[in-house]
């Protein structure tokens, strides 16, 4: 294999670092990249190409793994552009935001019922939906890195709380 793999994972994949990307293309390179570099087409041969193989199939399915998730994707491209995410260190977020967050919170303790937790879900997901629009702008028309950084910290805080929901309504599903 000729690539390097030090290389970044959209080089890896021969796609332009943009937060939007054809999830069939990217599909396509990796069942591409995985036949080209599988270690059982080494078999045969000497230790090191088989090494070589093992690293590159790993490498492959890092570099997937982080494309193909929307959330990882935009963090990595932060990561790329000098505006590491650091979610452990940076929790500042807007006022409006936390106050959505709590009143979600308030919200979940609450609900009374499937429905309930249902509808909040719903509501998420769609919060959600709207957030992925932001992060694509955000990267792909403004290339506002650092603002991007903030749009995916906060997009984790949802995507903790639904999976909070989700494992509200998978209890009452006992």
């Known amino acids: 294999m ?7 994972d959209f080089e890896i994949f021969a796609i332009e670092p943009r937060f939007g990307l ?3 293309v ?11 570099a599988h270690p059982d087409r080494f078999a045969t041969a000497d230790a090191q190409s088989q090494r070589q193989a093992m690293q590159w199939s ?3 399915n890092e570099a ?3 494309l193909k998730d929307p959330l990882k994707r935009a963090a990595y491209l932060c990561e790329l552009n000098g505006a590491p995410i650091q979610a452990e260190n940076n ?7 936390l106050i959505q967050q709590m009143q979600w919170r308030e919200d979940l303790d609450e609900a009374n019922g499937l429905s309930d937790l249902e509808r909040m879900a719903d509501d998420v997901a769609l919060a959600r939906r709207d957030m992925l629009q932001g992060l694509q702008t955000t990267a792909d028309d403004l290339r506002d890195w650092p603002a991007l950084a903030q749009q995916v910290r906060a997009l984790m805080f949802v995507e903790r709380f639904a999976r909070d929901v989700e494992s509200r309504i998978d209890l009452l599903g006992q």
């Open 22 to 24: 054809d999830r069939a």
């Open 2 to 8: 000729n690539l390097n793999l030090q290389s970044t």
């Open 26 to 36: 990217l599909d396509a390179r990796w069942k591409d990249l995985q036949r080209e």
């Open 64 to 66: 997937y793994q982080r």
């Open 91 to 97: 929790t500042a977020m807007p006022a409006a935001f």
């Open 58 to 60: 790993v490498r492959i």
